[in-house]
Structures are given as structure tokens and as C-alpha cells.
């Protein structure tokens, strides 16, 4: 994919004041202050007792911190972090001028008046440019990079095995291990206290991962999302999105066997394909799952 595409279901909040980088270093799952205006991070919000609400990606310009994060819930992002403002010196606010580009190119320009910065969760996954919509076009049209098919862009994803906000991912039901967050980069350890972290790090240090979320290839109909996937009968994993002939499931870590899957899907042969990445961490994963 040497192309890009303006991502219609991204959009932007910008979290400004003195206290911004403070106020969300206590929230969110990685380092903040790690942000800049061509280093992106991926972290996440979860609840108290360690369950998904939202994911995004943060980049500073100036005086302030973007989000990059869906579109059709970035309301309600937007609100929850108001709760936790109190009287830091912080504002939430939504950036309706600005507008989300991705590409897969390998090499990412550097314009100027736009936040441009590598996909932080895997080198191959191209790069992100937040900016006003005929800034990131013109910055585009100069680094030779012409308007591409956002299904691209997915298959893309998909075969990397990254996660695609609720489209994979439960709201206060999912955990940061399932979304993988611990694999590709979501996760600070050492930064400090924040929002169910305990619960987080308890699973990754006793290794209590049972399921993540694995692309598998489908030889038949698509399965929708929600759809369950059995083996000799018995549930082991959930679709999620997909593009292609790919889809993303949840499935129990013990029950991937890429040689010989037997996976089904309602009249769909599913085949996992995890990425180089993930097959160790399913290896480790399933092995510890039959030493307990």
C-alpha cells in the first residue's frame, strides 16, 4: 500500500493547559510525556478493574496533546476525561478542524503544520498525519502519495494483527492483553500509577492471558461480527472486524493450531495466520495455560 486515505471514522480531541501531559500520564496505559510532533504512542483508557474503554493515539503540537481516536465515540471519550480534570490545569476538547490520514508507505514525510508519526505498534504498519484536511492532502501530494482505498489499509492491518478500537475490542469487557496491547507497545510499566493498571499488570506478570486476538484467514462466507468459531464443536473464539478474506477472533490462546486448525465459522473454514510477533507470544501463552 504506497498510497493514503483521510480515515472518515477518525477524528481528533485536543487535551491542552499546563497540567495536560500530568493529567493524562495518571489515566491512560503509556507514557504521555513520550509524545511528540513525530513520535506517536498507542495507549489506552480502561476502567477501574482493568476493562477496555477506549484506545487511541497521542501526538503533542505545541501546547497541547491530540488524540487521534474514533470518530463515533470520541463523545464519549471526550466526557469521561472531563470527570478526572478536577482542578488540574487541563481542557478536553473536540478538534473538528483536523483530520486523520494513514498510509502503509515505509518512508513517512515531514510537512510542516502537520503531526506525522510512524504507527507506533508495528514497523510495518506505515505511518498517521493529523492535521487540517488540505494540509495533510498537500502534505501527501509532496511525498508522492496518491489517494488510496481505505479496504487497503484494513487488509493491511488485519494481517498484522492490529486491533481496530471497538470494531475488535469489547467496551468494559476487554483487557489490554486480549487487545495484544502488551505486545505491540500499548503498555508503559514504568511510568507511574494509572487507571487499572493493577489488574493489567497482575495478568501479564502470572501470565493469566487466555484468549487474544489472532487474524485467521476464511475459506467460505465472512462470518459476522459476533459470530462464533468452534472446534470439534465446542466454542473457542469470537470474529470480530474484517476485510478481504481475513478476520480478526478472539480465541483461546490453547486452541490455535495453525497445522491443522479445524476452526469453523457457521459454513466458513477459518485457517489462523497469526504474524511472526504474536506466534511467539501464543506459543508462550498456550504453554503456560496447560502448566496451570
Same mark, same amino acid.
Given at each position: 500500500?504506497?498510497?493514503?486515505?483521510?480515515?472518515?471514522?477518525?477524528?481528533?480531541?485536543?487535551?491542552?493547559?499546563?497540567?495536560?501531559?500530568?493529567?493524562?500520564?495518571?489515566?491512560?496505559?503509556? #507514557?504521555?510525556?513520550?509524545?511528540?510532533? $513525530?513520535?506517536?504512542?498507542?495507549?489506552?483508557?480502561?476502567? &477501574?478493574?482493568?476493562?477496555?474503554?477506549?484506545?487511541?493515539?497521542?501526538? %503533542?503540537?505545541?501546547?497541547?496533546?491530540?488524540? $487521534?481516536?474514533?470518530?463515533?465515540?470520541?463523545?464519549?471519550?471526550?466526557?469521561?476525561?472531563?470527570?478526572?480534570?478536577?482542578?488540574?490545569? /487541563?481542557?478536553?476538547?473536540?478538534?473538528?478542524?483536523?483530520?486523520?490520514?494513514?498510509?502503509?508507505?515505509?518512508?513517512?514525510?515531514?510537512?510542516? !503544520?502537520?503531526?506525522?508519526?510512524?504507527? &507506533?505498534?508495528?514497523?510495518?504498519?506505515?505511518?498517521?498525519?493529523?492535521?487540517?484536511?488540505?494540509?495533510?492532502?498537500?502534505?501527501?501530494?509532496? %511525498?508522492?502519495?496518491?489517494?488510496? @482505498? &481505505?479496504?487497503?489499509?484494513?487488509?493491511?492491518?488485519? /494481517?498484522?494483527? *492490529?486491533?481496530?478500537?471497538?470494531? @475488535?475490542?469489547?467496551?468494559?469487557?476487554?483487557?489490554?492483553?486480549? /487487545?495484544?496491547?502488551?505486545?505491540? !507497545?500499548?503498555? $508503559?510499566?514504568?511510568?507511574?500509577?494509572?487507571?487499572?493498571?493493577?489488574?493489567?499488570?497482575?495478568?501479564?506478570?502470572?501470565?493469566?492471558?487466555?484468549?487474544?486476538?489472532?487474524?485467521?484467514?476464511?475459506?467460505?462466507?465472512?462470518?459476522?461480527?459476533?459470530?462464533?468459531?468452534?472446534?470439534?464443536?465446542?466454542?473457542?473464539?469470537?470474529?470480530?472486524?474484517?476485510?478481504? #478474506?481475513?478476520?480478526?477472533?478472539?480465541?483461546?490462546?490453547?486452541?490455535? $493450531?495453525?497445522?491443522?486448525? !479445524?476452526?469453523?465459522?457457521?459454513?466458513?473454514? *477459518?485457517?489462523?495466520?497469526? &504474524?511472526?510477533?504474536?506466534?511467539?507470544?501464543?506459543?508462550?501463552?498456550?504453554? %503456560?495455560?496447560? /502448566?496451570?
Amino acid at each position: 500500500m504506497t498510497g493514503y486515505h483521510i480515515a472518515e471514522d477518525r477524528t481528533v480531541l485536543r487535551v491542552s493547559g499546563a497540567d495536560r501531559v500530568e493529567f493524562l500520564q495518571g489515566i491512560v496505559s503509556n #507514557d504521555v510525556a513520550k509524545a511528540g510532533r $513525530d513520535r506517536g504512542v498507542w495507549a489506552a483508557f480502561l476502567t &477501574p478493574q482493568g476493562k477496555y474503554l477506549h484506545d487511541f493515539f497521542l501526538a %503533542a503540537d505545541g501546547e497541547s496533546i491530540l488524540l $487521534d481516536c474514533e470518530r463515533a465515540r470520541a463523545d464519549d471519550l471526550r466526557k469521561r476525561l472531563r470527570r478526572y480534570t478536577l482542578r488540574s490545569d /487541563a481542557r478536553v476538547e473536540a478538534a473538528d478542524d483536523l483530520a486523520v490520514a494513514l498510509s502503509g508507505a515505509d518512508s513517512r514525510p515531514a510537512p510542516e !503544520g502537520v503531526a506525522c508519526f510512524a504507527d &507506533p505498534r508495528h514497523g510495518d504498519a506505515g505511518f498517521r498525519a493529523i492535521g487540517e484536511p488540505a494540509a495533510v492532502r498537500e502534505a501527501m501530494a509532496a %511525498a508522492g502519495l496518491a489517494p488510496a @482505498d &481505505p479496504l487497503d489499509w484494513d487488509c493491511r492491518r488485519l /494481517a498484522l494483527g *492490529l486491533p481496530d478500537g471497538s470494531r @475488535d475490542l469489547e467496551v468494559e469487557r476487554s483487557t489490554l492483553a486480549e /487487545a495484544n496491547a502488551d505486545l505491540l !507497545g500499548g503498555i $508503559d510499566w514504568e511510568k507511574g500509577c494509572w487507571m487499572g493498571q493493577e489488574v493489567t499488570a497482575r495478568m501479564h506478570y502470572r501470565g493469566l492471558a487466555k484468549r487474544r486476538l489472532t487474524p485467521m484467514r476464511v475459506d467460505g462466507p465472512m462470518p459476522p461480527r459476533g459470530a462464533t468459531v468452534e472446534r470439534d464443536g465446542k466454542p473457542v473464539g469470537e470474529c470480530r472486524s474484517s476485510a478481504g #478474506d481475513l478476520v480478526m477472533v478472539l480465541a483461546r490462546t490453547e486452541a490455535i $493450531d495453525e497445522a491443522e486448525p !479445524g476452526l469453523r465459522s457457521g459454513a466458513a473454514r *477459518l485457517y489462523p495466520a497469526p &504474524p511472526g510477533w504474536l506466534k511467539t507470544a501464543l506459543k508462550q501463552d498456550a504453554a %503456560a495455560s496447560g /502448566a496451570r
